[in-house]
């Protein structure tokens, strides 16, 4: 009998090594964009989940989109499928919190032993996930549009591949050359479907605004619109730029066969990856309108506590930290082709501070950092609706049914009827 256990003490004690520990506490995260990011999520919570084995990372569902991404969310708040924790972009961080989903970050904040500047954490980072004062999360990912452009097809055109275009009067001549050149090949794929951030590109590098300061009127179909609006116009009409969907711009581009595409640098792991040897591919800052007061928007999205429960709460806090943090960043920039969101990220040789000396294709999003401005978030709950509408006014302008004005007339008109009456 005491043989046997003997035995069975010993079965247990192997039993314990050859088990995993239970964890404490569960996470459920939710992400967008899984193309961009499912490798990148993949990499972070397995080093987190090794570095804090109470705590145990599972993921629901990811959306194809941020918008995608926002209705779930506000479709599951207060339900038992809202995750503990979600990934929402930038724009939409003002949708949610006029919800009361989030959960405010101050306290959290408050209570940390060390200080968010030391984590790598500046005010001006911190700000890009706050609203009106409120830290609604971390930004995780941030990007600003960058120029992509095939240099054998701008040498084959007659430009000079070293010295790419700096204007878009620039970009929409040499753009009709490479049309010029047939066998298939087209010129421009400016990104324009799935929300209004490249055009706010445009809108913000003219020193234009969404709204007026006090949000009661619609700007953007101001001088500084129309002269965003009119350079889309002249990509179609001058340098004959197709009416790509959004795959087929990037297949045609990653093929040869599309001079420049104007998109975000989030894309650039993936096009690097896509495009391989194909051709010389070259990337540079985007043309701004407006060289002395333009500015771009600020892509990407935050990490955001949705959980009511103290234990997760804490656990979450831990993860959104890590995520955002210098470890998340080293692996979110060149996973992808983000700029940092951490300073410590961005100078630390431990994490990026070699990276761009080795990876110049990643230069060009980080150059235009002290370009970068929030990306506009229109009040209210009608936010999707209403970036929809100026995608499909950009639509009629691409496909010619409607010139500049008219759209924009147009979009400025259905954008008024969809704000909050003030």
Do not use: C
């Not at 989030?102 to 790598?120: R, W």
């Not at 609006?229 to 581009?253: C, L, N, S």
């Not at 709460?313 to 998340?328: E, I, L, T």
């Amino acid at each position: 009998m005491q043989h046997f256990k003997k035995i069975l003490a010993a079965a247990a004690v192997t039993m314990a090594f050859a088990l995993p520990a239970k964890a404490d506490t569960v996470l459920t995260v939710h992400y967008p964009m899984p193309g961009f990011f499912k490798d990148v999520m993949d990499t972070i919570s397995k080093k987190f989940m090794d570095e804090n084995p109470d705590i145990k990372i599972q993921f629901a569902n990811p959306s194809a989109t941020y918008e995608e991404g926002i209705q779930t969310i506000m479709r599951q708040a207060g339900t038992a499928e809202m995750p503990d924790v979600t990934f929402i972009g930038l724009n939409r961080l003002r949708m949610v919190n006029e919800r009361d989903i989030p959960v405010d970050l101050g306290p959290m904040i408050a209570k940390d032993k060390q200080s968010m500047a030391d984590q790598g954490f500046s005010d001006t980072i911190l700000k890009l996930a706050q609203v009106n004062g409120k830290q609604v999360g971390l930004a995780f990912a941030t990007s600003n549009p960058i120029m992509y452009y095939n240099a054998d097809l701008v040498k084959a055109a007659g430009g000079n591949p070293d010295q790419p275009p700096k204007t878009w009067d620039e970009v929409i001549e040499l753009g009709k050359k490479i049309k010029a050149l047939g066998n298939g090949v087209d010129s421009i794929d400016f990104r324009w479907q799935g929300d209004d951030w490249m055009f706010s590109a445009l809108l913000f590098g003219a020193g234009g605004t969404m709204l007026s300061k006090d949000e009661g009127q619609v700007a953007f179909n101001g001088p500084e619109g129309l002269k965003a609006m009119t350079i889309i116009d002249r990509m179609v009409k001058e340098a004959g730029m197709p009416v790509f969907t959004k795959a087929a711009g990037e297949q045609a581009f990653v093929a040869g066969k599309v001079g420049f595409t104007f998109q975000t640098t989030g894309a650039l792991r993936n096009t690097i990856k896509n495009v391989g040897g194909k051709f010389d591919l070259r990337t540079a800052a985007i043309p701004l309108i407006d060289p002395a007061n333009g500015k771009l928007p600020t892509g990407g999205n935050a990490v955001v506590i949705l959980t009511d429960d103290a234990a997760k709460q804490a656990a979450a806090w831990k993860f959104a930290k890590f995520a955002a943090g210098p470890y998340g960043a080293s692996v979110v920039v060149p996973g992808t082709g983000y700029v940092p969101n951490n300073e410590l990220a961005a100078k630390s040789s431990d994490y990026l501070g070699n990276f761009y000396k080795e990876n110049p294709l990643f230069l060009a999003g980080l150059n235009q950092m002290p370009r970068m401005i929030p990306w506009y978030a229109f009040p209210g709950s009608n936010g999707v609706r209403v970036t929809q509408t100026i995608v499909d006014n950009i639509s009629r302008v691409v496909d010619q049914s409607a010139t500049p004005q008219q759209a924009l007339d147009d979009a400025a008109k259905e954008v008024k009827r969809l704000l909050p009456r003030t």
